[in-house]
């Protein structure tokens, strides 16, 4: 991670504290804020992915992987931007089917570490174990429990959670090979 | 390539060349000195930080990749360990001019630069021989990478197959790759360490050949695979074979060098000087192993009828350090920096010149109200004005 990295990612752990605060304190209003950020946050870089995949990518071998990855990022963006408008207990069921999503990407991720001997793959286990957890919670108290004030409130503490994961990597050790 | 063919090798090279046994270790040491001049041992004894050719891990980890990071990258590895093998390249078909730039930047062999890497170290002393011979031997080692940070360019996939001896037959495996900077390369299994895959554009894992390990600077390696810039195109990589040539270059390098009237030419590589040691280098090359240092070492006695003795990075700071400001210059030292200045300013002012802002604007452009390599300005143009 370089310097700048490592900033951006604080400054992103900070911004995510205070989603999670927003959410807390109304939770009604906090979850469109939310769906709005994280539909710019998917749609910009959905746009990006396509944009380096017709300036760069293009000519690669494999570069058609850019391109399937910037349409399903500009499509779940899209999605997004959609659902601010429908009833509440989608929105829930929507935001806990997203972090369940992320939370196996970090499963899966974590057993390609493991896999390849990779040492340092517990930040990355515990951030999508939490993720599937936190998701599942979403799921069950939004969606089948109908209680979605405690929906949003677990997906707050994820949001937390996930801060601190964030913020807590800044001062991992990096590991690189060197070229001589 | 590593310190066995940087540093021995490169001995030996140059005592068959004709160089004194003196000359020869200062050719060798200054060659092997390039994968050693970081910004932070220049810091450390107080020399010029832009004429560093080489980064530390920690350096890499912390490099910016901004526009002007990447510049810097740039600048270092591809005038000292990628040497671009042509900076004015078509490219792979119908492609954008920000992919065109990154392709031209591809290390290969005998180029232009080349010829201009050898000159620029003509009647300049052993140390800027040493650093011709490091950019030399490497473009044999690195060729089909970039020196800079590059997923479209520098990626490689799964289709990598290393092609070994086992008993009288040539059997291929496919190279497992893991990215635990930890554990050993093990050539018995086709089992090596690269860089970790990252989807991202400018990241650090993307630079040179970390994408696939160390495998390029082993000499008995034998490998295909398919690089990302060549449009499916399948490379053999055929290591031994490479790093005969890449001997056999340097002792014509060499030779020209020493020759007041010599001209660098590229194509020529000197089989007839290694004759009598021909089949212990290629033995040398072909045993898998991670590093030759000691067979090298005892080639060179063979060669010199001297012991070289062991690299050792300190062996000139002593003098560099305690000398004035104004003598700093005639020092071993000063002599490598301001060889590594000029090379470094004459690639990126190569690279500049193709159209290409990937390294930079060149020292020369202080003279239009540009500001870049500061440093540049202080130590190669003022003093060699003075001079």
Redesign the interface.
Known sequence: ????DRIVNCIFGILQIAFAIVLMVSPGRGLILVLAAISIGLTLTGVQTLI?Y????R?????KS?LY?GLIFLDLGILTRSLIDDPRIYLIAYIGLLTVITGMVGVFRTYDLIR????HWRLTAAYGITHVIMGIAVLVFGFFLRLPVMAVFAYALMLIYSACIRIAAVFKE??????? | ??IDFHYYATYCAAVIAGYSCRDSEKIAWCAQFV?RCTKTFLDRIGGPVSAAT?Q??LE???????LL?LQEITRI?ASF?FLPGDLYAQ???K??R??LH??RLICNTDSELLVDTVELARAKGPEAAGIAMHVLADTWAHRYFAGTPS??IN?T?YYFYEIMREGDREVEKAVK???????KDRPDRAVY????YQ?T?RS??N????RA??LP?YSYARYRY???????MEIMKDNPLDYMHAFCQMIYALKSLRDPDGRFETGHYDREAIRPWEETIRQIFEVRRLLDSEDWKKLGVEISGRALEDFDEEKYEKEYVEADQDSRDDTVLGRFIMAALAQKSMVTSRIFSSGSLLAGYPADYRFNGLKDIRDFFKNLIDKGSKK
């Open positions: 991670m370089t310097r700048f380096y017709l300036d760069m990518a000519s690669m071998v494999g570069g850019v990855r390849r001997g990779a040492v990096n590991k690189m090979i060197y070229i001589q | 390539m590593q994968d080489t530390l891990q890499m980890m912390e490099a910016d990749t901004s990071g590895w360990h490219g792979p078909g492609c954008s920000r992919f990154k392709y997923l479209v990626n996939g790759f893991n990215h635990n900077p930890v554990t360490t690269n860089t970790m989807g554009e650090m894992m630079l040179g050949h970390g390990g160390h600077d398919m690089p990302s810039w060549g449009g499916y």
